[in-house]
């Protein structure tokens, strides 16, 4: 019963460089969303998808990019790393109406040098 | 938009010591409350939720929540203690919109032995 699963855990990249961060979930959750974690500043969603083929932008989305092509896989691109955009990423599957829960996976610690 | 305020950014107690951790919220709207907890280089981890009924919530490691309607307020708390609860604590709402929870910007809790 694997949940929510992100890879990678690690990433360096270089500023200008893209990459995607993925995002798979088996707890077939139509509600997926993304957030940043800054020291200080708590958690901030990034984007958030209520459904395939859905998405739309939460409180931090410039430089991220986002698809859902399927329930399980909801995939969060870096267009061109910044250094701004060093930080913790966490996925997270669920809680996207009343009386649910989200939950929330590993997470992928990115530094852009 | 909704906010949340958590009041204490570090606290720093000995073990047995008595834990309040407090939290604030603004939206005038039915809630759902959470209350995360993330260890040193872990996720994020359920501790306890409030969706409705019973003000004061039971959750996991002998934690719970008191929902004070009146104070839009949903302080933590732990008669007792332990080293192991050394962690990050991150109090969260969602409001009536689709756009995910809100999180506090985080209470950094130090138990020393």
């Known amino acids: 019963n694997a949940g929510v699963t992100q890879t990678p855990k690690f990433q360096v990249l270089k500023t200008g460089q893209s990459m995607t961060l993925q995002c798979a979930q088996d707890m077939n959750h139509e509600y997926m969303s993304w957030y940043r974690q800054d020291p200080g500043m708590g958690l901030r969603l990034i984007h958030y998808?209520?459904?395939?083929?859905?998405?739309d932008q939460g409180e931090v989305p410039n430089g991220y990019n986002v698809s859902r092509s399927t329930t399980e896989d909801f995939p969060l691109r870096l267009l061109s790393a910044a250094p701004s955009q060093t930080s913790v990423y966490f996925c997270?599957?669920?809680?996207?109406?009343?009386?649910?829960?989200?939950?929330f996976g590993q997470g992928t610690r990115l530094t852009v040098v | 938009a909704q906010s949340v305020s958590q009041h204490n950014h570090h606290v720093i107690l000995s073990e047995a010591a008595s834990l309040e951790l407090g939290c604030n919220y603004s939206y005038g709207g039915t809630v759902n409350l959470f209350w995360y907890v993330q260890y040193p280089g872990q996720h994020l981890q359920l501790l306890l939720k409030?969706?409705?009924?019973?003000?004061l919530v039971k959750g996991i490691k002998g934690f719970e929540a008191e929902f004070i309607k009146s104070k839009f307020s949903f302080n933590l708390r732990k008669p007792s203690v332990q080293w192991s609860d050394t962690a990050e604590y991150f109090c969260a709402v969602r409001g009536g919109g689709a756009d995910g929870l809100t999180f506090g910007k985080g209470t950094h809790l130090i138990i020393q032995p």
């Open positions: 997270a599957s669920g809680g996207g109406t009343a009386n649910t829960e989200a939950f």
């Open positions: 409030y969706f409705s009924g019973d003000p």
């Open positions: 998808s209520v459904g395939a083929g859905i998405t």
